[in-house]
């Protein structure tokens, strides 16, 4: 019921609501000193409501940050390629999802993930604790699990709309906070 009803507001949104958190959310990550100085970011194309994220990857991309894009696997994981501008990027439809961009390169295996100094991970929410609420997937709870056997410990950032960051969300025992929060009126960290 959460996802459906922060899923209908994002639908609630014009193109030019939505265009323009885009360009604010792509300033205010790359102020984030933790997208700002990583040298490899393990990012995501957005997709219909979700905030925008193709203006930061163009801008991480072309001051030379190595960009890791996720492509779906049939269970759900995650395996990575890397960004190299808009042209690199193959519309893919996996059955029963909305169509996805997906890096057209080499795939790197799920474990390139690790290499990355910072993830930016989709969500629908994030609350005080920095809890998230994703899609339901568990694509992202896999990947934060395989960040931890490895002992890798990179920056986690979820850019979101304002109405997404709230005061508290329902976890269950896999989850695992994030580190910041991303949203047009500002950035905020959690300890
Ligand atoms: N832009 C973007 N890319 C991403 C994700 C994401 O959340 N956003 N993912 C995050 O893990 C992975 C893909 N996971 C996805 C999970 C569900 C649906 C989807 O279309 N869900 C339908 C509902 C049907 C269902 O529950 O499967 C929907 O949201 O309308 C799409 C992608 C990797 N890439
Ligand atoms: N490390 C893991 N390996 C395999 N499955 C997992 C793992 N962690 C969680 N899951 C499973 O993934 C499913 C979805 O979990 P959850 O509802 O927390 O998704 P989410 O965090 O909203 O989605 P996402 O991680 O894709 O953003 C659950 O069935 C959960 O048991």
Known sequence: ??????????????????????AVLADRALDLPELADARTVAAYVSMGS??????LLDALHAR????????????????WGA??????????QHPGKIDLLEPSGARLG???VLAADA??????AVDARGMRLGRGGGSYDRVLSRLERAAAHPALVVLLYDSEVVAHLPEEAHDRPVHAVVAPSGARRFR
């Open 110 to 112: 799920p474990d390139a």
């Open 119 to 124: 993830v930016l991970l989709p969500g629908l």
């Open 83 to 92: 960004y190299d501008g808009p042209g690199s990027l193959v519309r893919v």
């Open 64 to 79: 030379g940050t190595r960009v890791l894009l996720p492509v779906l696997l049939p269970d759900n994981d995650l395996d």
């Open 50 to 55: 979700e905030p925008g994220t193709h203006a």
């Open 1 to 22: 019921m959460l996802r459906r009803d922060f899923l209908a507001v994002r639908s609630g949104l014009t193109e030019d609501d939505a265009r323009k958190a885009a």
